[in-house]
């Protein structure tokens, strides 16, 4: 006969923290929320971290290289959306990468004979209004010159005028070389009253640029998620059937970890991509696996190499794999087990795997109570598709903005990928929906309050770290009746109109 759970698979909003001493020490700018987000040694550093334990979900209404920016700005990670084609995923993770660092390839460069027009349609293309003048053209060919929009004046020049005639030239130019620290180019940047550095090798060829914005982002972001070499991080989804050409152009494009898209992860192509993955690139690729929502699940990915795991099944704002297969777990149910299974696994082998809680968050403090459960970090889908960074339209519907939002599983997305059987290559039925959520503004705003809520919550229960927080602290069931008793009641709203 089937196995049955003898307990009832329970949601977030069935549970709340009871609060512990708050120590003197316990206030939010002492909190750290620090994550690692691949398995490592028990008492090592991880290869990887996030600086706050949030990711945007793998979704074309979710996340591409805007989100994937503003987000690794404020310290967490996006995974880009794989159901797009190979190409122009791995020129979504390009622009991350290039976005931001301390010292950045250039990207707009023109030789010396080209034309004042040449330099409008460069500016037009990427947006950049500085551009190396090199030798041959090329990011690191013998740096000539530099033209900025203070060069030219569209109204008194031709757009036939070759560039040499008005760039600023390589003599005038102030520069670093190979061994300039960024610290010493940022010093030269502000000594000079520059808006960028070139940095050139002994042979005049141009390596890097260091600007100005740069600087005053990062004092602006102190959350940065950053890799060695100063660029931001981001992450990519793959699925389990062109994995081998996709992930080849995602590494070669420069991310820093792929996670494997799918509603139902406990699978032999799970396997077999991670296998491959881990066994063509000698382990160095990271690889997150799932979704997963018990121990047996867990145990099967991390036994084929998984560097974190993804838990959570229908409980996505716009999920219906619930109601179209009735498939399935509650979030808060699935997150205690395998979280016990992570612990376990720990204590048999000196290796902790970072888990993943994907979908079931409502409010703020679901998150709160996510990681207290033993989620390292949390995907959010709904929450980040309110926001301008999102890639999706702002819409005005009955008098109220709105933005976009669908399902990778809805007839919109078509992502059959995600939802793959091994059959043939289309998507069956409808596991998610099109709708709209609420627009937000900007997605700093938003989130520095949602952190500072979080970090609130934390002192609350005598927490200063994630892992603090999980060893601490004290969750109970509430009744349906204390659910209520938790919002505003027996009340009249002032916003709302009271009928004479």
């Not at 805007?66 to 622009?95: D, P, R, T, W």
């Not at 090329?138 to 757009?159: E, H, M, N």
């Not at 000079?192 to 600087?215: A, T, W």
Request: proline residues 3%; contains cysteine; hydrophobic residues 35%.
């Amino acid at each position: 006969m089937a196995f049955y759970y003898n307990e009832p698979s329970r949601t977030f909003s069935e549970y709340l923290l009871v609060p512990n001493l708050s120590t003197k020490e316990c206030i939010p700018d002492n909190v750290i929320l620090k994550t690692p987000i691949v398995k490592h040694k028990v008492g090592e550093k991880p290869s990887l971290e996030l600086n706050i334990p949030v990711a945007s979900a793998i979704m074309q209404s979710v996340s591409d290289n805007n989100m994937a920016i503003a987000l690794a700005k404020c310290g967490g990670i996006s995974f880009i959306y794989g159901s797009q084609s190979i190409e122009s995923q791995a020129e979504m993770v390009k622009k991350v990468k290039k976005y931001k660092a301390g010292f950045v390839v250039s990207d707009s460069n023109l030789r010396p004979d080209n034309k004042l027009r040449d330099v409008v349609a460069m500016k037009d293309k990427t947006g950049h209004s500085t551009i190396a003048i090199t030798e041959d053209g090329t990011p690191t060919g013998k740096l000539l010159g530099i033209v900025t929009s203070r060069d030219y004046r569209l109204s008194r020049a031709s757009l036939d005028e070759e560039i040499s005639s008005f760039m600023t030239p390589f003599s005038q130019l102030i520069y670093g070389n190979e061994k300039t620290s960024l610290k010493e180019a940022n010093d030269l940047i502000w000594e000079h009253k520059l808006n960028c550095l070139p940095i050139i090798d002994s042979n005049q060829k141009l390596m890097y640029f260091v600007f100005r914005k740069d600087y005053d982002s990062h004092k602006e972001n102190p959350n940065e998620l950053l890799d060695k070499s100063k660029s931001l991080i981001v992450g990519a989804g793959i699925n389990t059937r062109d994995y081998k050409e996709r992930v080849a152009a995602l590494v070669e494009a420069g991310v820093d970890i792929v996670c494997i898209d799918s509603s139902d992860g406990y699978s032999e192509w799970q396997s077999d991509t991670i296998k491959w993955i881990k066994e063509t690139y000698n382990g160095e690729v990271k690889v997150g696996a799932g979704n997963v929502v018990d121990k047996e699940g867990f145990r099967y990915l991390v036994g084929a190499g998984a560097d974190f795991i993804k838990v959570g099944i229908g409980g996505g704002s716009i999920c219906i794999t619930r109601e179209q297969k009735g498939i399935g777990r509650g979030q808060a149910s699935s997150l205690i087990e395998v979280s016990a299974a992570r612990d376990e696994y720990m204590k048999e082998t000196g290796i902790y795997v970072p888990i993943c809680s994907d979908g079931g968050i409502v409010h703020d403090y679901h998150m709160v109570l996510a990681l207290a459960m033993g989620a390292d970090f949390i995907m959010l889908g709904r929450y980040f598709a309110r926001f301008d960074e999102s890639p999706t339209r702002k819409l005005k519907v009955g008098g109220n903005f709105v933005k976009e939002y669908w399902g990778e599983g809805s007839n919109r997305a078509r992502n059959w990928q995600r939802y793959d059987m091994g059959g043939e290559a289309k998507l069956g039925f409808e596991e998610g929906v099109d709708s709209y959520v609420p627009y937000a503004g900007k997605l700093k705003d938003n989130l520095d309050t949602t952190i500072y809520k979080i970090k609130s919550t934390m002192c609350n229960c005598g927490a200063l770290s994630v892992l603090d927080l999980q060893q601490k602290a004290r969750i109970t069931l509430v009744s349906a009746t204390s659910i209520k008793e938790g919002g505003a009641h027996d009340v009249i709203l002032k916003d709302k109109e009271i009928s004479s």
